[in-house]
């Protein structure tokens, strides 16, 4: 017998939700000493920054 996915229905939209991760991650890398964690968290939140930038452009074109 197959089982059914559960589905969530998401109330913000993705470029939202990237905006506040990308907050939340500057603000963690912000509360450690300099070093390769702190870097690794800043390079995340530049990649979620990258994605929110694609969808404003996105539509401003659309």
């Known amino acids: 017998m ?3 996915r559960r589905r969530a229905k998401q109330i913000r939209s993705l470029e939202e939700r990237m905006a506040d991760q990308a907050a ?4 963690q890398a912000n509360q450690l000493p300099p070093g390769k964690d702190r870097e690794v968290l800043l ?3 530049r990649i979620a920054e990258t994605g929110v ?4 452009r996105l539509a401003r074109k659309a």
């Open 2 to 4: 197959t089982q059914l």
């Open 24 to 27: 939340k991650l500057k603000e």
């Open 43 to 45: 390079k995340r939140a």
């Open 53 to 56: 930038g694609t969808f404003a």
